[in-house]
């Protein structure tokens, strides 16, 4: 027994080491990785960055253009614009772990058990998910936000139910690749019950697909409530998200666009850095993908 624990614990160490040696060797996974840890150590330390409260105005200051005082302008009330995006990143970096979480929670189990069962469950539940990603993701979260209230917890809630039939799908076919393998079986003959044979047995080798399809629905997510808030059903003034002050800074591209192109430019690395994040590790992590020594 000793010996068995000992050589899969030397196995799982060797397959870590693998995973950090071709983290390390993929440009895309790097870029991404080093632009979303710099995003999370901006949100953890926003308020000690900001040099303005986000909801600070002065009439004497509206529409100011990057200046020492403000980095990045001020806005139509004089509020510092560099503080609001500072501060807006616990926006995104909230809506965007909170959906995919909520998403990945749920989805997750439900694509476990369609693939796991199959049959009658798997048809039922598989429809429900179709229904459900046959309108489009912004389209299905503006409908919901008109029902649930332009609230931001409400925004978690809305992409949460937009993004599991998609977490599903990709548990789902994973499951379905795993589940006629020789170590189900086995636990099958051990006389493990089904519940066991899921989450211990077969949603350990589900992860990776799943790890990867979670960190690009992170931007996806965050892109999704930059856009709720622009069109006034996400985040509520004078909350510093960045789609919402996008929406208030559009009537005023011409004469101080600085108002608009830094919160877009914040967004736009954002997605960029869960993006290139998402398909390094979609290499890595494919199966087909040998380290190359």
């Not at 790097?30 to 308020?47: E, N, S, W």
């Not at 809630?157 to 937009?162: Q, R």
Request: aromatic share 8%; glycine share 8%.
């Amino acid at each position: 027994m000793a010996t068995s624990t000992l050589t899969v614990t030397s196995a799982q160490k060797e397959r870590l080491e693998r995973f950090a040696r071709q983290f390390r060797n993929n440009t895309k996974a790097m870029i991404g990785l080093t632009i979303v840890l710099v995003l999370i150590v901006v949100a953890i330390f926003a308020p000690a960055i900001a040099p303005y409260a986000f909801d600070k105005t002065s009439v004497s200051d509206r529409t100011q253009p990057p200046s020492i005082d403000h980095p990045f302008g001020t806005d139509d009330l004089g509020r510092d614009i560099f503080s609001r995006v500072v501060l807006g990143s616990r926006i995104s970096l909230y809506v965007g772990f909170g959906a995919i979480t909520g998403a990945l929670l749920i989805g997750t189990i439900i694509g476990l058990v369609s693939g796991y069962y199959g049959g009658l469950v798997d048809e039922s539940l598989m429809r429900l998910m179709d229904a459900a990603m046959s309108f489009p993701p912004i389209l299905l979260a503006l409908t919901l936000m008109v029902v649930l209230g332009p609230e931001l917890n409400n925004v978690v809630i809305a992409l949460a139910f937009v993004y599991t039939p998609y977490i599903a799908r990709v548990a789902r076919s994973a499951t379905l690749s795993e589940r006629n393998e020789a170590y189900v079986e086995s636990a099958v003959a051990r006389g493990e019950n089904n519940p066991h044979i899921i989450f211990r047995e077969v949603l350990p080798n589900c992860s990776a697909p799943l790890l990867v399809q979670g960190s690009l629905n992170i931007a996806f997510a965050m892109l999704a409530e930059a856009s709720l808030s622009f069109l006034g059903l996400g985040a509520q003034p004078p909350t510093p998200s960045w789609g919402l002050m996008i929406n208030t800074g559009r009537g005023f591209m011409q004469s101080a666009p600085w108002i608009i192109i830094f919160p877009g430019i914040a967004i736009a690395i954002t997605v960029i850095g869960f993006n290139l994040l998402g398909d390094g590790l979609r290499d890595v992590l494919d199966p087909k993908v040998d380290s190359i020594e």
